[in-house]
């Protein structure tokens, strides 16, 4: 099966193939057919629904965190879990092999995408069997296996990822290339939603009986069993659906681009990572989120813990969605010119100054519950303001990122250039995050409340105070201390390297640029 095809085209390759000014700048002549999607309809359909399977791991990993939380696990533990969502911040890794290894006659993407789909249903089938011992009837889940599973099915929906992308090049025609984007941000939201809010709320006895039933149940309409078992079903249908019916079109006839093998590919990624601008951004881009970790990660789970229903959690965040929408479209003409950092650097005090109200309100949730568990409804505005504000500073300093990559990004290997920096920012989110998780735990200082000398900080010093008729109350939170000292942290990175930024988006693009002559093949 395995083959390595040296003159094809790497799957990052053509993101940004019509991007016209730089590729006059390098003599290509650049024609822009009109996009009409009559005859492509139904490609575009299977993108979006491929887009979609993929996102509901991706859902269910940000579901599983909350569900755990019920069961009073530690931040630890939680930092562990965070684990498994790394596979989608490292793809770049591994892309290009799956790009350049494949078996002609099933089809260069069919190769990966069908047993990968596959693997998925079985992780999901698999996971099903097992989740109510690991997770659902315990009150001490099973971190370490749900860990593993989890970043295996991250693993394998990332590589799908990596597939359609390349897929999306071909099965589209030239120029309706353009929809495949929108099919993955779309597609990602709804298998995200499907995965996420629709599991948490409709798993939840409290939300189906206040808003779906007539009569009162102590389950929700699902389990989270089913659920698994539904999706694990529909990735192996939908698999085979396509691996019998979709065909793959000839390449050679849709791409004019660079063609670079496995090595090249390499080659390029380490080049690109030695030119002196790309590690100072580089350094920029793993560290600008360590500022906002604490609020990211650590709120919302904090907020459970003070006795808000997990199913209100994801109803909040279901309404931020009309919100991701908007936002790019909103922001796009301000980072559409020569300085879209602009932007980033703007957003970045008034994020730091959000996350500061949202710990006030974390502090405050208890004041807002009477005795009978009722929540205040100015609460959930309160809550619902602030997580909007947040939402609208993080996407714009994401869209105002991004079209700084695509400014800096070489036309002849763009997707490339795209993918690098992407991966990039990803990874800078994603330690941040699991640090912020590992580090709420670290801070936090408890003492047993009959025995002042017992801290609760190991698991003989709790069943010790347990056995006294006591219990371990928390001195100082540590989520308020991490708060404060991730915002100490984000208002000195903000005043270091403001300037610099600034003095990287002025650079000429031939400080972002390898020499081309090495790489491509004219």
């Known amino acids: 099966m395995s083959k390595v095809k040296p003159r094809k085209t790497m799957v990052f390759e053509d993101k940004l193939e019509n991007f016209s000014p730089k590729r006059k700048k390098h003599g290509l002549h650049v024609s822009k057919p009109v996009p009409c999607t009559i005859g492509d309809r139904l490609n575009i359909a299977i993108l979006l629904f491929l887009y979609t399977l993929q996102g509901v791991p991706l859902g269910l990993s940000a579901a599983i965190p909350i569900t755990m939380q019920k069961k009073h696990i530690t931040y630890k533990e939680q930092a562990k879990f ?32 069908v047993p990968v789909q ?32 989890f970043f295996c099915l991250n693993f394998l929906a990332a590589t799908q990822d990596i597939a359609v992308d390349g897929w999306a090049l071909t099965m589209l025609r030239k120029e309706n290339v353009g929809y495949a984007s929108t099919c993955n941000s779309v597609g990602q939201t709804i298998g995200a939603f499907l995965g996420y809010v629709v599991f948490i709320t409709l798993e939840s006895p409290t939300f189906c009986n206040k808003w779906l039933r007539f009569t009162e149940s102590t389950e929700g309409l699902i389990t989270l069993q089913g659920f698994l078992y539904f999706w694990g079903y529909t990735f192996m249908i939908a698999t085979t659906l396509v691996a019998i019916f979709k065909h793959e079109n000839n390449e050679s006839s849709q791409h004019d681009s660079h063609d670079l093998n496995l090595y090249q590919t390499y080659k390029l990624l380490g080049d690109i990572m030695k030119l002196p601008s790309v590690k100072t951004l580089s350094i920029i881009l793993l560290t600008a ?8 990660v650590v709120s919302s789970l904090k907020i459970i813990d003070k006795g808000i229903p997990k199913d209100d959690i994801a109803l909040i965040g279901l309404l931020s969605i009309p919100l991701q929408i908007i936002i790019p479209v909103l922001i796009t003409k301000y980072t559409a010119g020569p300085k879209p950092m602009n932007i ?8 730091l100054l959000i996350g500061i109200v949202i710990a006030a309100i974390v502090y ?8 009978d568990g009722n929540v205040s409804m100015f609460y959930y505005i309160l809550v619902l303001s602030s997580f909007l504000l947040h ?3 993080m996407y714009s300093m994401f869209v105002a990122v991004m079209a700084f990559f695509a400014r800096i990004s070489d036309p002849l290997f ?4 795209m993918t690098l920096l992407n ?22 200082y408890k003492q047993c409340s009959t025995n002042g000398n017992n801290t609760c900080s190991t698991e003989t010093e709790i069943n010790a105070c347990q056995t006294s008729d006591g219990k371990c109350e928390i001195t100082i939170d540590g989520f308020y201390l991490e708060t404060f000292l991730c915002t100490i942290f984000g208002i000195m990175w903000y005043q270091y390297f403001s300037k610099i930024i600034r003095n990287l988006q002025s650079k000429d693009l031939k400080h972002w640029h390898v020499d081309a002559k090495k790489h491509s093949k004219l």
Do not use: C
């Open 82 to 113: 965070s684990f498994s969502t790394w596979p989608f911040s490292l793809k770049l890794l591994w892309a290009p092999i799956i790009d350049s290894i494949f078996w002609p006659k099933f089809g260069r993407r069919k190769t990966w995408l």
């Open 118 to 149: 596959y693997l998925i249903g079985f992780f999901l089938l698999f996971l099903a069997m097992n989740i109510n011992d690991w997770l659902v009837f315990t009150e001490d889940p099973n971190t370490t296996f749900l860990t593993l599973m």
């Open 289 to 296: 989120k360590i500022g906002f970790s604490a609020i990211d």
């Open 344 to 351: 980033y650097l703007k957003s970045i005090p008034y994020r």
């Open 364 to 371: 405050f949730t208890p004041y807002f519950i009477d005795q």
């Open 391 to 393: 939402q609208l500073t």
């Open 414 to 417: 763009g997707g490339t250039n």
């Open 423 to 444: 991966t990039l920012t990803n990874l800078g989110g994603a330690w941040a995050n699991t640090a912020a998780l590992w580090m709420t735990d670290f801070l936090t």
